[in-house]
């Protein structure tokens, strides 16, 4: 618990004059101001969480937490178990989609047991095992306090571990069977809504499977009562090992003024426990793209952030974060690259904005 207590109590808010400095920099270039759009304000993000308008270049990971679930056994997903392990051994292959894009936004992927069911003999995947998948918790909780403390944990250890290493951004992604059920149960406690309204069909299971794993949220919900404004419980209860390590993740490097790509529904599950965990874990989170989950829209309502793409991606493992960190290249080299007015030797038209710098950022936060 030390580990998490020292992770929280070491955050700090972005500069947001760092920002707002890095936007006249950016208004000085050879283009009609606020013409990039949403290109500037990530700049202007970057800026923010790096405490300086001359951030570093990028080094990138990309990390991919598994897990199994109990509540698999309840039939609320298209495939068994067993592809948890499998697509372990994929991602290691190389096979998977995140290894394609990831190798195109030049970032290291870090796979992660953290309790799969039948865990394979792979070298590369690095073991945090809390156990061998969560319980069923449609009969009981997921996991103990103790488990879910030790997920988050670490992730806390995995995160400062690579970013000791020179990892300045971090991609968030997950593969575990049935952890849409988890994700839509966390997401419908910690936004106090019904799971019909944040609860999709996953992995293409038809209406009247995703009706069941509606009726299965909801029973959970009324046996274990999870406390919203304890997100360490509401792990405990209808959580995931990945779930909980991810937001491990989420803090750690909000603590070290590390960005965070989200990815999809799940990681975004995630960054809500981090962000009831400490409000300040937000400003340090860019959302990658809105998934097809009618979930994941509420939550990153909750949280304030505004997607950068809307590919209707459906399939985890850090996939839009890959796209999306792309951008994050393009954002700072728009800022160190483009010429100025000046510098190029360019008139300056007048300059007219149509919106005030705090509410770019605010669309950006």
Not at 243 to 250: D, E, Q
Request: aromatic share 4%.
């Amino acid at each position: 618990m030390n580990e998490l207590a020292n992770t929280l109590a070491s955050m700090r808010p972005v500069a947001t004059g760092t920002a707002e400095q890095a936007q006249k920099i950016l208004d000085q270039k050879t283009k009609p101001v606020s013409s990039l759009g949403r290109l500037e304000e990530l700049a202007c993000k970057l800026c923010g969480i790096y405490r300086t308008t001359s951030p570093k270049p990028l080094v990138k990971a990309i990390v991919v937490m598994a897990a199994d679930h109990g509540i698999a056994d309840e039939g609320v997903s298209a495939y068994p178990q067993i592809v948890t392990a499998q697509m372990l051994a994929n991602f290691v292959r190389g096979g998977a989609a995140i290894n394609v894009l990831a190798g195109r936004a030049d970032a290291k992927v870090v796979i992660a047991d953290m309790g799969t069911k039948n865990p394979p003999s792979l070298p590369t995947v690095r073991s945090h095992r809390i156990g061998n998948g969560t319980a069923n918790f449609r009969i009981q909780p997921a996991m103990t306090r103790l488990q879910a403390v030790s997920a988050i944990e670490a992730g806390i250890r995995l995160a400062n571990e690579l970013i000791d290493g020179g990892i300045n951004v971090i991609g968030v992604g997950e593969m575990g069977i049935a952890n849409t059920t988890s994700a839509s149960a966390i997401t419908a406690v910690m936004l106090d809504v019904p799971a019909e309204l944040v609860t999709g069909a996953g992995t293409g299971i038809d209406d009247v499977r995703r009706q069941h794993k509606i009726s299965v949220i909801e029973q959970a919900r009324q046996l274990h009562r999870p406390d919203r404004r304890d997100p360490i419980d509401v792990l405990t209860k209808v959580g995931g090992f990945e779930i909980g390590g991810l937001a491990g993740v989420m803090l750690a490097s909000a603590a070290r003024g590390i960005p965070v790509v989200l990815d999809g529904f799940i990681t975004t599950a995630s960054a809500l426990l981090a962000d009831g965990l400490h409000s300040e874990a937000r400003q340090y989170f860019i959302a990658a793209h809105q998934s097809t989950e009618p979930g994941h829209r509420l939550a990153l309502e909750k949280l304030g952030l505004k997607p950068l793409l809307d590919l209707h991606l459906r399939l985890g493992e850090g996939t839009g974060a890959a796209l999306a960190l792309l951008l994050l290249d393009a954002a700072l080299a728009v800022l160190f690259e483009m010429a100025s007015f000046d510098e190029a030797g360019v008139s300056r038209g007048v300059a007219c904005r149509h919106a005030l710098f705090s509410a770019s950022q605010r669309s950006m936060s």
